[in-house]
């Protein structure tokens, strides 16, 4: 048997998990595991300048391709209190990223020692499993159990944090011998597939709900095949848009009460039976008036992990199946039912579906300066093409883009789903772009949000990794003020001030175009929407020639108003512009306008 630490026992089961690539910073507690990473070889590490923003790069490169797991490396103390926000964001979107501490030695755990903390008892309610390895013969079992845990059943993260002196401690390990456990996934049965569609079979305006789950489990061919076999609508989620494309005949657009379209809110709102895989049921696609919601319709649930089913309300029946499973019998036997003329004719549901997407828009042409956001995402949608990963986490500018931008591919909208931490977009986009460095990586950002994390585009200078960093300025938090109107107040959100080195840009604050440059990247202002095409161009072409990020800031009116419900309540949408009456008004839009 090979003898070695215990920290490079660790190191050679990563890479024969499949790890190429972690996010971290070192430090004095954890330099032993990062020795072992340096003599192991093959696996590339990318310095954060925040542990928080490791935990972000680790998520936002999980997310960009399937089978990917993000490790994210710090230190005792708070660099794992600090990586929690990001254990927390992957554990509400179901993605698998590990997240490796250091700790004081185990015999001063107790004591108060410096940077000593439970970090498992910390990280228990966001993972699936976060452990504190006491003895080094243990720590191959732990790291294998780890990565059977990220990925059986609802994927998710795990922490593994490990005391200085097991890291030292040498151990017999033979990494050649060493396999993977076999990982875990509940499959549907066919019974339970078969009820499931008698359901739709009886129904006369069916949709689909596609959530996440479709996308993590890689069965968007299935979803589509499933969908134009029975000829039923798809509603993806915000957390699975890009399961079907946005110009597919069958996409009906995105309901709730934030990030929706107002043609996607009105298809659900009359169907009468819905079909959820691998969704959550979150309260931004339903609302908190779940009478309007579930009014009239008969719900199928199938989701991957038993405790979802009727967690927000109980479905007429429910099949805990991994979304991949599931959809690969609802497509044979959906083939068997075609095959025998059993399938019922769906054609003016689906032209009724289709209709309401080509007469329900929202305007986007808008010629103000200061800009209204609308302008900005119809130049986006026209500078960016469908090969574009979209990377955002919160704030109206994640609401405006996902009700305006298009998205036409799996993991082609990277988002922050349930916890939505200002700060994760930098990180995030970071991750993505090192996941996947040939495929064009556009963030989008307001100035809060940008603001958070800044300086990890001082890490993306650093080694190479370029995007493009779409900018919406108005000085503002823009969502909370609008949370606020119900209040009525305008409260600690203003962030307006006249900086003293740079007069020229007003009361906006903050000069963006300076502290980008001063992080090693490029940047250009923008603040007449006629030279947002341009800019969006130009920036394309930065990052290719320097490979470092480059921003483009848009400033923005400083009210801006996006669509959504006061009330929580998916029939009662606020519209506060005008809408789309001419072509004109939204030359972009996936449909051209009927009129």
């Given amino acids: 048997m090979a003898r070695m630490t215990a920290a490079r026992a660790a190191v050679e089961i990563l890479k024969r998990e499949g790890v190429t690539d972690a996010f971290g910073v070192p430090g004095a507690a954890i330099n032993p595991f990062y020795k072992a990473l340096k003599e192991g070889g093959g696996i590339h590490h990318t310095l954060a ?9 680790a998520e936002g490169y999980t997310r960009a391709r399937p089978g990917n797991i993000g490790v994210c490396i710090g230190t005792s103390g708070p660099a794992g209190t600090d990586m929690i926000t990001g254990l927390y964001s992957a554990v509400g979107d179901s993605i698998p990223i590990l997240c490796i501490t250091g700790q004081a030695p185990t015999n001063v755990i107790h004591k108060e020692d410096f940077q000593a903390v439970d970090i498992a008892a910390i990280a228990g309610p966001v993972t699936k499993m976060a452990v504190t390895v006491l003895e080094a013969a243990q720590v191959p079992g732990v790291f294998q159990q780890a990565f059977h845990l990220m990925r059986s059943g609802r994927p998710g993260p795990v922490l593994i944090d490990l005391p200085i002196d097991v890291q030292l401690t040498e151990i017999e390990f033979d990494p050649d011998t060493y396999e993977p456990l076999p990982v875990y996934k509940p499959a549907a049965t066919r019974a339970q597939i078969e ?5 739709l079979l009886a129904s006369e305006r069916p949709v689909i709900v596609a959530g996440g789950g ?6 968007c061919e299935l979803l589509t095949e499933f969908a134009e076999l029975t000829r039923t609508p798809v509603i993806p989620t915000l957390m699975g848009w890009g399961a079907l494309p946005d110009d597919h005949e069958l996409n009906a657009g995105m309901v709730g009460v934030q990030t929706s379209h107002r043609y996607g809110n009105a298809t659900f709102l009359e169907s009468d039976f819905v079909l959820g895989i691998g969704n959550r049921w979150a309260n931004r696609h339903t609302g908190y008036k779940l009478d309007v919601y579930r009014q009239g319709r008969t719900f199928v649930h199938v989701d991957i992990e038993p405790t979802q089913i009727g967690r927000i309300f109980p479905p007429d029946y429910g099949v805990v199946s991994d979304a991949k499973a599931a959809l690969e019998l609802f497509v044979r036997v959906a083939r068997e039912l075609k095959a025998a003329g059993r399938l019922p004719d769906r054609t003016e549901w689906v032209a009724a579906t289709r209709e309401r997407k080509a007469t329900l828009l929202r305007r986007t042409h808008f010629d103000d300066v200061p800009m209204k956001p609308q302008r900005v995402y119809e130049e986006m949608n026209r500078a960016f093409g469908p090969e574009t990963r979209y990377v955002t986490t919160i704030g109206l500018s994640q609401i405006a883009g996902a009700q305006l931008l298009h998205v036409y591919k799996p993991r082609h909208w990277i988002n922050c789903g349930q916890a939505g931490p200002l700060g994760w977009t930098i990180p995030a986009a970071i991750g993505v772009a090192k996941a996947d460095p040939q495929a064009p990586v556009v963030a989008l950002s307001g100035d809060y949000d940008f603001q958070f994390l800044i300086e990890e585009l001082a890490a993306a200078a650093q080694h190479r990794i370029p995007y493009v960093h779409v900018l919406v300025n108005n000085a503002y938090l823009g969502l909370i003020r609008q949370a606020q109107l119900g209040l009525d107040i305008d409260f600690q959100v203003n962030l307006e001030f006249e900086n003293i080195n740079t007069p020229e840009i007003g009361v906006y604050g903050v000069d963006h175009v300076k502290v980008a440059e001063g992080l090693g990247c490029k940047a250009i202002r923008v603040t007449e929407p006629d030279r947002l095409g341009a800019a969006f161009e130009e920036a394309k072409k930065l990052a290719a020639e320097y490979r470092v990020p480059v921003v483009v800031e848009a400033i923005l009116e400083r ?3 996006i669509s ?10 606020t519209e506060f512009e005008p809408l789309a009456t001419e072509r004109s008004h939204a030359p972009t839009a996936i449909s051209p306008l009927k009129v």
């Fill in 214 to 219: 479709v996308i993590g489990a890689d069965a």
């Fill in 564 to 573: 959504m419900s006061r009330t929580m309540d998916i029939s009662d949408i």
């Fill in 195 to 199: 009820k499931a569609l008698s359901y």
């Fill in 49 to 57: 300048r925040h542990v928080e923003g490791a935990s972000h790069m």
């Fill in 559 to 561: 009210v801006t108003n």
